[in-house]
């Protein structure tokens, strides 16, 4: 009992130099980290937390140089319906991009099924619910072609997509033959087209349907991309094709899975677009799908796939639309808000690349 | 047998030859195959040169500013021994080099709807006064309102490069309802305080919108509203309406597309300054036959360097000293 842990023998004489060095055991090196390492390793992590910073300091700033008008209710209510359609292209988009795809397409394939649905129910008498669902199918299939293009025929999702944003282009022109489909007309025939245009007004702010529904598809992506197997699979895919498809993954099977529910995903913001615009226009979005990659980038969703928050591509919509509100509303030129958006795709890019040199 | 070939081939020449040596040949150029003012002014062209038995060769640059096509098309009409070419330039300036070329040999060259910088690259421009399409909206909104100095007005341009018929339109309506305009070859370097400002629409119903929107947040009084064209102005009219403003609002635009005059009827537009993409094509073959026949080529309208084409105001609330037609009328008119 009288025992210490202390070794009591004596070592040999030639051994008791060894007294005198270092006892502690090998274990991995635990250098502090500067402020700036731990925020990298933190943005690793969790990629969203930088849109969130970035919007979170946008509103503060806009708010204090633009004021009152700009910190109105009524106004952060309005930014969030000028962003809604291009926040739900963007979740399409980012479906794409977390595939390490892109595609260029999405804008196009909006307007096409809006021209769709407008022309069936307004012009042909078709029950306003057919021609709405015949523009769900057709965005399906639109997305569904795009899929078979990457899977089937092996062709890299940036010319695909980049052919058939002009084949859907001019399938609309065609159908519509570049002529605007007139609200009043919409009015007096399908009226359920504006749905998403009606409004709830909450003290000053006025929530339009449509922006409801943006949150709403974003909530739905995340949580298939984060709590179901599938959204594992989607962000393997994108992480290393080749890797998911050695762990068993069926990967071209869901590959075309993530483009049919993207040209789904465009259906919706087809629907919430005549609503959002009030008339079915063949000319506009026309750089709806740059925008909508510009919102993904912003909001920190990696262009090499496989990382960044869905959520992410909603806080980039944000961004764009919480900066051109700031900046108008403190009378800088349209000029300059272009300026200011490029610099921030910049941004965003420069920072996914300081992100990714952490060795996980 | 080679030579059976060459043979017939010769004679297939010289016939075609023939045949084509007692016709003139024409072309025309347009920016786009899609916009229905274009359509409008194909279907213009092909009526007059059917008429005056010239053979027409059209040709469209696939969107607007698309210089590459364009240019193609005129060194094409070149080498087709045309007559004449009668062309909407993409781009005022990038397309001079081409067109001196045609001129050097021989062609007659008429800038049709959008002028050449300097107008005299071409031989003529036939195209809408679109300074005055924009004043006589301004004289009418300045008219319907009475008293302007209580008058808030938002300005719907094109998009921010300052192209000619953006400042032209813009100018021409902000001098008309009577607002020092300073330089009037720009926008918004005026300093009415009746000015809350302006945005940008990128001439369709989803700008209009957005741009509306912007304007009232700067200002929610805005009664008077200038748009640079009809899409625009449907835009602008559905951001009103959201909030409940769409009666507070003179809305004015400038194009004469067919539902641009419906919505005049239905009183989402109060006026709307109409053009004439038809007559300047079909005014455009008729200067061509004559050159082709007696070399002379077409003269200016007077005090400007174009030929004017005509604009006519419509409107259903029409004032005194402002002529006029009615929405009904321009229906028989419209385009597209």
Known sequence: MSDTTQPTRKGQEFEQTLDASDKTVASFEHESRGFVDRLQHALHSNPTLVPVIVLIGAVAVFGLIAGGKFFSAFNLSLIIQQVSIIGILAAAQSLIVLTAGIDLSVAAIMVLMAVIAGNLSVYMGVPPVLGLLASFVGGTAAGLMNGLLVTRVKLPPFITTLGTWSIFYALNLWLSGAQSIRSQDIDANASILKFFGNNIALGGARITYGSILMVAVFAVLWYMLNKTAWGRHVYAIGDDKDSAELAGIRTDRTLLSVYALSGFVCAIAAWASIGRVGSISPQAFYEGNLQSITAVVIGGISLFGGRGSIMGALFGALIVGVFQSGLRLAGVDVLWQVFAIGWLIIFAVAIDQWIRKVSA | ?336
């Open chain 2, 1 to 336: 047998m080679k030579k059976l070939l060459a043979g017939t081939a010769l004679a297939f020449a010289s016939m075609s030859g023939a045949s084509f040596a007692a016709d003139t040949t024409a072309c025309l150029i347009t920016k786009t195959d899609t916009n229905p003012f274009f359509v409008k002014m194909k279907e213009g062209a092909s009526a007059a040169a059917a008429e005056n038995g010239i053979d027409l060769n059209t040709f469209a640059g696939k969107i607007d500013g698309d210089v590459e096509t364009q240019i193609a098309a005129v060194e094409s009409c070149i080498a087709a021994g045309a007559k004449g070419i009668l062309i909407t330039p993409s781009d005022s300036r990038a397309l001079a080099p081409v067109v001196g070329q045609a001129r050097d040999a021989g062609l007659l060259v008429i800038a049709l709807d959008t002028p050449f910088e300097p107008a005299e690259t071409a031989d003529a421009t036939f195209a809408t006064d679109n300074f005055l399409a924009g004043e006589l909206i301004g004289q009418w909104a300045a008219a319907t309102m009475g008293d302007t100095s209580e008058a808030k007005i938002a300005l719907l341009d094109l998009n921010p490069s300052q192209i000619s018929v953006d400042y032209l339109r813009d100018n021409g309506f902000l001098q008309g309802f009577g607002v020092d305009i300073k330089d009037p070859t720009k926008m918004g370097d005026e300093d009415d305080a009746r000015i809350v400002g302006n945005d940008v629409t990128n001439g369709n119903e989803e700008g209009g919108r957005t741009a509306m929107e912007n304007l009232l947040q700067k200002d929610s009084g805005v009664n008077v509203v200038y748009t640079i064209n009809e899409p625009a102005a449907a835009g602008a009219y559905e951001a009103l309406k959201s909030v409940g403003l769409e009666d507070q609002a003179l809305i004015v635009s400038v194009d004469g597309g067919c539902p641009g005059v419906q919505n005049v009827a239905d009183g989402v537009i109060g006026a709307t300054s109409m053009q004439f993409p038809l007559l300047m094509a079909s005014k455009g073959i008729e200067a061509i036959k004559a050159y082709a026949e007696t070399g002379e080529k077409p003269q200016n309208t007077d005090g400007l360097d174009f030929v004017n084409t005509g604009v006519e105001l419509v409107t259903d609330a029409p004032v005194e000293g402002i002529p006029s037609i009615t929405s009904e009328e321009a229906l028989g008119k419209c385009w597209g």
